[in-house]
């Protein structure tokens, strides 16, 4: 299967639904109508553009139904969608631009400002770069009718997914057309049948939101595209469409619980709120609980293989009996996704700690234009993803950490998830990331980035005497910094360069 085969399967199956509502202007979309628009967006693409098949296509934007369409658009054309991250630097994105040989960037008129301080760049790289909506349709101009302007086969590239991981410089992750159509399969599979149901996301469409939108749509659901999160926003929208289902990360949570107690709104409609990729800590996770009510699902998988594992919301008895002792439990596997754990080339039984390798079609094609990088992480079927965890009797993964982030100090290894649980036990301690900073006595020293709590932040000697009491001496922490927020990826995922930097900043002043 293919993308815009996908679509039109959607557009057969629920001629009469609703399929997308924008939250901004109040418009909405029947299937065969926001179908129409992604096709005809692709041959518009086609007769604005001198590209071939495989061609690259850039686009920059926000989560509008605009970008939506064009993001569907570009792979229904056969190109290759590449989106950016617009919260990255020019230099970034120029270094993507220039790494993916895109041909065209494509923007919303909002990054008007950051594609003109490209300009120079984009030309150097001949890369045509447009707004988005030069590319629009006439008003009133009929599109239910129309079909993809070129064939797709499931082997044919769909698109490059820039992703720098939690450490080092990005890279794009190359998934098929065969890729995505196995990995909606899993997240159709996995979740509760959602026909007529409504999800709101105030997500990012970029690198592959987008994807698990379609998955809603194949479902027959109805899309609520809320714009940029804000907490009052999202409560307000909430209350509004009464959403039935909704994807967040953890950053979102704490903040919507901050901004909760001073308003009041009805959230009953929610029965199911997805959170992917960073782990709840178990007082997080109790809070939200308290507020939501039990709907919480978890999603594990990194961008070479979404939605591998997910844990449904009749789960949530279980976690809020044993918080500790399902810490870092994301679920079984998904329906077509293998997991086992390894050691090398050595398969480990359950149980034991090692490294997550998952296989199956959902998984990349491999890291583009990196050879060296691919045959590294895909040995033979097997994804090595570099984090570490163990399967339970059950077949239940359990995530424990990053191989690759070990720190190494004085000799002794220490695994930051180990230091970082012990700091969130802490009562002051809203959450903590623990990374390895260069030393030339040590070769590394262990240091932590700090949340505190709202309205209760403890001093660094308090932390250090907390520390002395639960960890052997080569594991506490030998530099705290306290931060308002851990810096994240769209996914959640903390970026540890970038803790890393804060770490030194605070050091030199």
């Known amino acids: 299967m293919s993308i815009p085969a996908l679509l ?219 714009g940029h999160f804000e907490p009052r926003r999202f409560l307000e929208l909430a209350a509004r469409y009464r959403p039935t289902c909704t994807s967040l990360v953890p950053t979102h949570l704490v903040r919507i619980l901050r901004v909760l107690p001073d308003v009041h709104v009805d959230l009953g409609s929610l029965a199911c709120i997805e959170i992917g990729a960073a782990a709840m800590p178990p007082e997080l996770f109790e809070q939200a609980v308290a507020a939501f009510g039990p709907v919480f699902s978890v999603i594990y998988g990194l961008t070479e293989a979404p939605w591998t594992c997910y844990r449904p919301p009749s789960a949530a008895s279980e976690l809020l009996a044993d918080p500790a002792g399902t810490l870092g439990l994301v679920g079984p596997t998904t329906d077509r996704a293998e997991i086992a754990i390894g050691d090398g080339r050595t398969v480990l039984p359950a149980g034991t700690v090692g490294e997550v390798l998952i296989r199956g079609g959902h998984v990349m094609q491999g890291y583009w234009n990196q050879p060296e990088l691919t045959a590294a992480v895909l040995d033979g079927a097997w994804f090595h993803t570099g984090d570490l965890g163990c399967l339970d009797a059950r077949g239940r993964l359990r995530i424990q950490g990053r191989a690759k982030a070990i720190i190494r100090t004085g000799g002794k290894s220490v695994q930051p998830a180990e230091v970082e649980q012990v700091l969130c036990s802490h009562p002051s301690v809203l959450e903590a990331a623990v990374v390895g900073i260069a030393d030339p006595e040590w070769g590394e020293i262990v240091a932590a980035a700090i949340v505190a709590r709202p309205g209760s932040r403890p001093s660094h000697d308090e932390l250090a005497a907390f520390c002395r009491e639960r960890l052997s001496a080569h594991k506490r922490p030998k530099r705290t910094v306290f931060m308002d927020a851990l810096p994240r990826s769209h996914y959640g995922k903390v970026l540890t360069r970038k803790v890393q930097d804060a770490i030194a900043a605070a050091r030199q002043d």
């Open 8 to 226: 039109e399967q959607a557009r057969r199956a629920w001629p009469d639904r609703c399929a997308l509502i924008d939250a901004d202007s109040g418009r909405s979309y029947g299937f065969p109508e926001l179908v129409g628009e992604v096709f005809a967006f692709s041959h518009r693409l086609l007769a604005a553009f001198d590209t071939r098949p495989g061609d690259r296509v850039a686009l920059l934007g926000d989560a509008t139904p605009a970008f939506l369409f064009a993001d569907y658009g570009v792979m229904s054309a056969g190109r290759v969608r590449v989106s950016l991250d617009p919260a990255l630097d020019p230099a970034e994105h120029l270094a993507q631009l220039h790494d993916s040989g895109a041909k065209v960037l494509l923007y919303c008129p909002s990054h008007a400002d950051r594609v003109q301080a490209l300009r120079p760049g984009l030309q150097d790289c001949g890369i045509d770069a447009r707004p988005l909506d030069s590319l629009a349709g006439e008003a009133g101009a009929a599109t239910t009718g129309l079909h993809p302007p070129v064939p797709c086969e499931p082997d044919r590239i769909a698109a490059l997914n820039y992703t720098g991981g939690t450490t080092g410089m990005p890279k794009a992750v190359v998934h098929t057309h065969g890729s995505y159509a196995a990995a909606l399969h899993n997240i159709v599979a996995a979740r509760r049948p959602w026909t007529g149901d409504r999800m709101l996301n105030m997500r990012p469409l970029w690198p592959i939101a987008a994807i698990s939108l379609l998955a809603h749509l194949l479902q027959g659901g109805t899309l609520i595209l809320g």
